[in-house]
């Protein structure tokens, strides 16, 4: 898991949560129904259009708005493999941990369709020819990410995974 692969959707700065995952959304806890609207707000496609695998590149405060953890789910649930931005809001950054989302802070210059490899081990992003160095992840952040995120995470301490 720490080499992920995929083709770049890129955004700009302050993607907040309600674009990431609209609010009229939350009455339910279908997360289809979530990743079938996720980023419309943006780009009305997306959901349709990406796929399993595929990273999300954005630039300053990605995540920012309301504290629901419904933005990173909805990410993942959609197929996104990773997300990679030049920074994140916090509690974004905190709720991707939790959920399994993987992510990278890094100035990243990418085209949508480009081909972006992240290895979350080394901190680096790699698009094309050109390597792009990012803020490596602690390594109990890490263990959280493999282990499937914080619930997974804290069963699997306890034997019980």
Do not use: C
């Not at 996104?80 to 941990?97: P, T």
């Amino acid at each position: 898991m720490s080499m992920i692969r995929g083709k770049a959707w890129v955004f700009g700065d302050d993607v907040d949560t309600d674009v990431i995952i609209p609010g009229k959304y939350l009455r339910t806890k279908d997360m289809s129904l979530w990743a079938k609207h996720v980023m419309e707000g943006l780009d009305p496609q997306f959901a349709a259009r990406v796929q399993k695998g595929d990273i999300v590149v954005a630039g300053r405060n990605f995540g920012s708005g309301s504290s629901r953890e419904q933005a990173p789910r909805a990410l993942k649930e959609a197929g996104v493999a990773a997300v990679v931005a030049s920074s994140f809001a916090r509690i974004f950054y905190r709720n991707a941990i939790n959920v399994g989302l993987p992510l990278i802070e890094a100035d990243v210059d990418a085209k949508a369709g480009d081909i972006v490899e992240v290895d979350l081990l080394a901190g680096t992003v790699r698009v094309g020819e050109r390597s792009f160095r990012g803020t490596k992840m602690p390594d109990f952040l890490l263990e959280i990410l493999q282990d499937g995120g914080l619930v997974a995470h804290r069963r699997k301490q306890k034997g019980l995974a």
